[in-house]
């Protein structure tokens, strides 16, 4: 039997180490998880907003799954395609529910998930967007939780205030939130945080935390690395003892997934889809999205109380083997994509 096949439309940021996103990560294990299933992946990489060429390219009757951040750049080259194939969007985001969204944008995702014969989104939440803000019907969106690999347990260090924040430096993600929260903290002895993460998608947010961190006299403790990838962003999770997730918009955190999978607990923003990536594990602490007062006290809390850090370290490491594989987020996918018609 011939294997099935799927062309697979994203960003050509995909591979780039210096962006490193939680879409473009997806996206990479999608293919592989569906190589893996025994599906011929035709993987192509387009500029977000010229994805015209490529999806005409595309046979009559083809299978074609399309990242959302290219969909909603390219909604005509989606209608297009839709018209003569069958159109599957991965949605990693719904731009409609960030605060600071370009208009074009939010309408263009509004015509490529109409066009579209089937969606795929990260989290229950994600899908509950579009169904609440009439961007598809519900039965035409399938839920792929991403995955989380099976990793050791970090080692951490032994005063458990090693800090550590993964993520673009971009106003969605929060860092901002996190360096004023940290700012009350400052008398508190011995953390750091690492805030990793690309500088290049917002140079202007990330100068302005860093002149936050500056100005807040925490040169020294708040470290801004960059994007880190492979060793380096293993290495700051072997040494991590608790991540920080203060985003505003989420509809997942991958990140918070690889970090329960290696026993580290998380404090993390109430919003979007990250409730979801925390289940069923309880090494969590939520506080209100933007609140630096409600994030300082939560970080105080764990600084403070070494029976606090042991107890979410013990459920942290006791749920390890809970989380979602790729395997099965790539069956998802591969389920969502055999249902189209």
């Given at each position: ?229 492979d060793e380096g962003l293993e290495g700051a999770y072997r040494d991590a003892d608790l991540l920080v997730a203060p985003s505003l918009v989420e ?50 809390r764990w600084m403070r109380d070494a029976a606090l850090r042991e107890r979410l370290r013990c459920e942290a490491r006791r749920g390890r083997g ?20």
């Amino acid at each position: 039997m011939s294997a099935r096949v799927v062309w697979f439309v994203v960003p050509d940021t995909v591979d780039d180490p210096t962006q490193v996103s939680g879409g473009n990560v997806c996206d990479l294990r999608v293919r592989d998880g569906l190589e893996a299933l025994g599906w011929d992946v035709r993987f192509t990489t387009v500029e977000p907003d010229a994805a015209v060429r490529a999806l005409a390219t595309v046979p009559p009757g083809a299978l074609v799954l399309v990242d959302g951040l290219v969909a909603g750049r390219s909604p005509g080259a989606v209608e297009a395609a839709a018209r003569c194939a069958r159109v599957v969007v991965l949605a990693h985001m719904v731009s409609a529910a960030f605060a600071d969204a370009d208009l074009d944008i939010v309408e263009g995702e509004r015509r490529a998930f109409r066009a579209a014969h089937a969606i795929v989104t990260t989290s229950a939440w994600t899908r509950d967007e579009l169904v609440r803000r009439a961007l598809a019907d519900p039965d035409r969106i399938v839920v792929a939780t991403p995955g989380a690999d099976v990793a050791a347990p970090a080692i951490g260090t032994a005063d458990g205030v090693a800090l550590l924040c993964v993520g673009v430096v971009a106003a969605h993600k929060g860092q901002d939130v996190l360096v004023e929260a940290l700012a009350g903290l400052r008398r508190e002895p011995a953390w750091t945080c690492t805030i990793a993460g690309s500088l290049e998608t917002d140079p202007a947010y990330a100068g302005r935390v860093e002149e936050l961190a500056r100005v807040a006299g925490l040169d020294g403790r708040v470290r801004m690395p960059g994007a880190l990838v492979d060793e380096g962003l293993e290495g700051a999770y072997r040494d991590a003892d608790l991540l920080v997730a203060p985003s505003l918009v989420e509809s997942y955190g991958m990140v918070i997934a690889d970090a329960l999978g290696r026993g580290i607990p998380v404090i993390a923003s109430d919003v979007g889809g990250i409730p979801e990536a925390v289940a069923p594990s309880r090494a969590a602490v939520l506080v209100p999205p933007g609140d630096p007062g409600a994030l300082r006290d939560a970080l105080g809390r764990w600084m403070r109380d070494a029976a606090l850090r042991e107890r979410l370290r013990c459920e942290a490491r006791r749920g390890r083997g809970a989380r979602t594989s790729w395997t099965e987020t790539a069956t998802r996918v591969a389920e969502a994509l055999e249902g189209v018609r």
